[in-house]
């Protein structure tokens, strides 16, 4: 009996620190760590939301740059933290990748991490150069089954989306091209725009420019409606991909076990900064369309990537860069 009091008051303290130290917080710094370089849109999404959020909290928020391994290096940064509420973390849609792309990964995606928004989707495109053949997405097949392999294209690497996008449209539509990977939307975007590689797929607004300049002309988009932004590029399933979608996304989490209230106060104050009109309409031109979801929405969007890419990778053998 006496052990059983003594658990119980155990317990009830710990439930006591709980409350108080969430009902404190912060009183220090908080740190968001962003898994890729500075000049990304993930880096981005950090840098604009955390003077906003500084001042909502009342302690800095910082942003901590740990670039690496498609992002798995700063997840696991995250993972690993103490679950104290003062270290987040901002993701892009490889996170749903890298479970079955990268063996041995140090951390559990779904265990290690609490999902708490997904904060943006974006549609993808399809390019061409403009100085090559292809006007739309039949042309491109038509190629590839009179040679197969010979058209190519250009992703941002190994197990992007956009990589296993094409992927899933070759299963589909019955066709082979050949994968340029590149380590990033820079060094993809110069080879595409310079005719250096025939096609290149990226979100909207990595090629926007190219796109409106006529340099790159686009073949279709991967969401599911064609985009507001550029509404008359068709969508791949108006090309007979049926029901064919695919997005970019971008996401926040928390080290798991963070309490409670801490992740309901950040949801709460991050959802008010995306809902300002200035970060709304900067985060619309880099192609973001803002869903700022419930943490059981993006818990369940997370896990329903990790299982339809791990699928794809797979299949298809896949390696990492």
């Not at 939301?49 to 928020?61: C, E, I």
């Not at 197990?159 to 990033?184: A, E, I, W």
């Not at 060094?187 to 409106?212: E, K, S, Y």
């Not at 997370?302 to 797979?314: H, P, S």
Request: aromatic share 8%; net charge neutral.
């Amino acid at each position: 009996m006496t052990r059983i009091v003594a658990w119980v008051l155990a317990v009830v303290l710990w439930i006591g620190c709980a409350g108080a130290s969430a009902q404190d917080w912060p009183n220090k710094p908080v740190r968001f760590v962003v898994p890729f370089p500075p000049g990304g849109t993930v880096d981005l999404i950090g840098r604009l939301v955390s003077p906003h959020l500084s001042t909502a909290l009342g302690q800095q928020v910082i942003v901590d740059n740990r670039p690496g391994a498609s992002g798995s290096l700063g997840a696991g940064v995250a993972a690993k933290a103490p679950p104290d509420g003062y270290t987040f973390l901002l993701v892009f849609d490889t996170h749903g990748v890298n479970p079955s792309l990268i063996p041995g990964l140090p951390f559990d995606t779904m265990k290690d991490l609490d999902p708490l928004m997904l904060i943006a989707t974006g549609a993808m495109v399809l390019t061409a150069h403009k100085d090559q053949p292809y006007k739309s997405v039949a042309d491109v097949v038509a190629a590839a089954k009179a040679k197969p392999e010979a058209p190519n294209f250009g992703s941002i690497g190994n197990g992007s989306l956009g990589h296993l996008s094409m992927m899933l449209l070759q299963d589909q539509g019955g066709f082979k091209v050949t994968h340029v990977p590149y380590r990033g939307g820079g060094p993809l975007t110069t080879d595409v725009t310079a005719g250096q590689v025939q096609m290149g797929i990226a979100t909207v607004a990595q090629f926007a420019q190219h796109i409106r300049g006529g340099t790159l002309r686009p073949l279709g988009v991967t969401s599911a409606e064609r985009d507001a932004r550029f509404p008359d590029i068709p969508t791949m399933a108006e090309q007979g991909f049926q029901s064919f979608a695919a997005y970019a996304w971008w996401g926040l989490l928390a080290t798991a076990g963070t309490p409670a209230p801490i992740q309901q106060r950040l949801h709460a104050e991050f959802a008010k900064v995306l809902a300002r009109p200035d970060v709304g309409e900067r985060l619309a031109g880099q192609g973001m369309d803002i869903k700022a979801s419930s943490p059981a929405e993006f818990r369940s969007f997370l896990a329903g990537e990790i299982e339809r890419w791990g699928k794809v990778v797979r299949a298809h053998k896949i390696q990492p860069d």
